[in-house]
Nanobody, 114 residues
């Protein structure tokens, strides 16, 4: 089974930036979709940004213009550039990659202070 590991999370102040990366334990082929979801304490996991293998992107309204999802390679399939961070962006961010099955990372904490 492929394992995904997110990295790049941390504690930042509002207005600062972070870049999240997703690394796979094995190369992943035939990717259909890839992207990022986040979950705040006591809330449901929500979509942040996704991308198809063809380059089509989808963003949550709350992050449009601030976040950018990008594809990489088979070992590092997707990244997320997060600019102009707000306290509302705080949460655990999860990488997700879909082939004929869906893989999830264990999450990385992003905390934005005011």
């Amino acid at each position: 089974q492929v394992q995904l590991v997110e990295s790049g999370g941390g504690l930042v102040q509002a207005g600062e930036s972070l870049r999240l990366s997703c690394t796979a334990s094995e190369s992943i082929s035939s990717i259909n979709h890839m992207g990022w979801y986040r979950q705040a304490p006591g809330k449901q996991r929500e979509l942040v940004a996704t991308m198809t293998s063809g380059g089509r992107t989808n963003y949550a309204d709350s992050v449009k213009g601030r976040f950018t999802v990008s594809s990489g390679d088979a070992k590092n399939p997707v990244a997320l550039q997060m600019n102009s961070l707000k306290p509302e962006d705080t949460g655990v961010y999860y990488c997700c990659v879909t082939t004929f099955v869906t893989y999830w990372g264990q999450g990385t904490q992003v905390t934005v202070s005011s």
